[in-house]
């Protein structure tokens, strides 16, 4: 589960040769002496050996400026072991010195891994399929034990998305087993979520996913998308690996988080690339079973036949078509207008959490072949949208749930989740404020079953046919039908007859303290039931103080 990469880290400067440290020659500040003269011999041994170090250090760094990685890499390891002889047990100001040159040196020799592997090896061999007891353990867990069926399934699963996954992996140019990752993640469910908020194939939290470009506001929410969340993925790890130099390493802080991992290696007493597993021991549980997890996966899919495996198939892969919509319809209209089910549609659109197209251009995924066919019909399908009036608020209490108000309110648990951005229908605490849609939030444009009036209207410059059909609350076919268009392109000073929906001339009215439908509609001089459906509420909705309603 890929956590934001700032969480826990420490500051992370380094003590470049050119700093002063504590052990450098200083004038007393009460004298001006200079205090270097009155350094112990044992002192001076060991400022002479740090210094050289710090020589090594420097020299490994020109090295490295002319393409000399194996001489840069000599170098450090020269450093380094001057430091590791150093003891400083007797001259305890030292020790914080020679802990930040350690750290110092390994950072700089990890920086040097990672430019050798891109630029000299390549990273589709970086990952070492190494076996040992953490491994055999995670192994036996998944061909013997309870999660047999876990990895089975996901196996399965695996063939919808991981074609597409191995090609953005080969253009990255990072290793293609990296593919399986998904697998240890969330068994390639695209809407997985974990108990730390988590979502998606990749398992992004909100922060993480927003850093590496996934959006997410009320309509939708990328790190649903398998195939945006990817790339973001992607660029994660890439980033990581850019850090850490190692992919072991790299997937433990995709995991655990970046600043975790890097505040275990500088409390480290010796260099982790000697052996990645001292410091693998030291992270949290759960990221200590994460990477022994994707190792077994790897050697588990290679060995399938082994594993008592080799019969089982793969899914096909998703295949689809995109459509830009340009405006606002429900899955389930567009289902029936093309012919597929509204199960297809999210399969092919996870991102979307509620059903519902944004109101903005959207890129539709549709089933092969069904591309055409909505672009026929797409002026036929009804504009979906929620009133912006018939809302009220609910502060939480003790004891309550998600379904008591719902039922309190007249509404369903699904509305309120939707308002809200709840996922988890049981996540609601004691004291949280709640938006509650009352009865007819929810409806289609131009089904009153009374007749439109007709305005007369002139183009101004920015009006589409969609502009128009949302302003005056009817649609673009009806608009093209009474004009006679055959185009949907429209030019400045055109004049157009719009047949303008019952809402399109009424004021809005803010709910007072005493109001009820009935005196509304008396104030207003309206018929209860006209007022009742022009706001699509039910007879026995309730009406708030501060709630906006549509009156004649």
């Not at 003891?87 to 891994?113: C, G, H, N, V, W």
């Not at 970086?126 to 036996?140: G, L, R, S």
């Amino acid at each position: 589960m890929p956590l934001d990469s700032e969480t826990g880290s420490q500051d992370k400067s380094e003590p470049g040769p050119e700093t002063r440290t504590e052990t450098e020659s200083q004038d007393d500040p009460e004298t001006g002496a200079d205090m270097g003269a009155h350094v112990p011999p044992q002192n001076k041994s060991i400022q002479s050996r740090f210094d050289k170090s710090l020589e090594f250090y420097q020299a490994s760094q020109d090295y490295w400026q002319q393409g000399e990685l194996e001489n840069a890499l000599d170098a450090l390891d020269n450093a380094y072991a001057m430091i590791n002889n150093t003891e400083t047990e007797d001259a305890p100001k030292f020790s914080q010195q020679k802990d930040d040159l350690r750290y110092m040196i390994s950072k700089r020799i990890l920086e040097i891994y990672t430019s050798r592997y891109t630029t000299v090896k390549g990273n589709h061999n970086a990952i070492q399929i190494v076996m040992n007891q953490h491994v055999e353990d995670e192994i036996k867990r998944y061909t013997k034990g309870p999660a047999r069926r876990f990895f089975i399934n996901s196996y399965r699963r695996s063939g919808r998305y991981r074609p597409y996954i191995v090609k953005k992996l080969e253009k990255a140019g990072i290793p293609e087993e990296l593919s399986w990752l998904p697998l240890v993640e969330s068994g390639f469910k695209t809407k997985a979520l974990s108990s730390a908020r988590a979502l998606g194939m990749w398992q992004f939290i909100a922060s993480t996913g927003y850093k590496f470009g996934l959006k997410r506001d009320r309509y939708i929410d990328e790190r649903l998308d398998p195939y945006k969340s990817t790339q973001a993925a992607i660029d994660y790890l890439k980033e990581l690996h850019e850090i850490f130099g190692d992919w072991k390493t790299a997937l433990a802080a995709y995991n655990c988080g970046a600043g975790r991992v890097l505040h275990v290696i500088r409390s480290q007493n010796i260099n982790y690339l000697d052996d990645f597993w001292d410091l693998y021991q030291q992270l949290p549980l759960e990221t200590a079973r994460y990477v022994p997890k994707f190792l077994a996966t790897l050697h588990i899919v290679n060995n399938m036949e082994k594993y008592g495996m080799g019969d089982i198939e793969v899914d096909p892969p998703i295949e689809s078509e995109t459509v830009e919509i340009e405006k606002q319809a429900s899955l389930k209209d567009i289902a029936k207008a093309i012919d597929t089910t509204e199960e297809k549609l999210m399969e092919l659109n996870p991102e979307l959490r509620y059903k519902v197209l944004p109101d903005e251009v959207y890129k539709l995924n549709v089933p092969p072949e069904k591309k055409e066919t909505l672009l026929a019909k797409i002026d036929q399908i009804e504009e979906y949208y929620q009133s912006p009036n018939n809302i009220t608020h609910h502060r939480v209490r003790p004891g309550e749930s998600l379904s008591t108000i719902a039922r309190r309110y007249n509404t369903t648990v699904k509305k309120i989740c939707w308002y809200n951005n709840i996922y988890r229908k049981d996540y609601i605490v004691a004291g949280q404020r709640l938006k509650i849609p009352q009865a007819g939030t929810y409806a289609s444009r131009g089904k009153s079953g009374e007749p439109d009036r007709i305005i007369n209207y002139r183009v101004k410059r920015a009006d589409s046919l969609w502009v128009l059909a949302k302003r005056y609350n009817t649609t673009t076919r009806k608009i093209q039908e009474i004009n006679n268009l055959n185009s949907v392109n429209l030019h400045i000073g055109q004049k157009l007859k719009i047949p303008a929906g019952e809402r399109a001339d009424l004021e809005i009215y803010r709910v007072k303290k005493g109001d009820s439908p009935y005196t509304i509609a008396k104030r207003h001089d309206m018929n209860v039931n006209r007022l009742l459906r022009i706001n699509q509420l039910s007879k026995n909705a309730r009406i708030y103080p501060g709630q906006t309603l549509y009156v004649e």
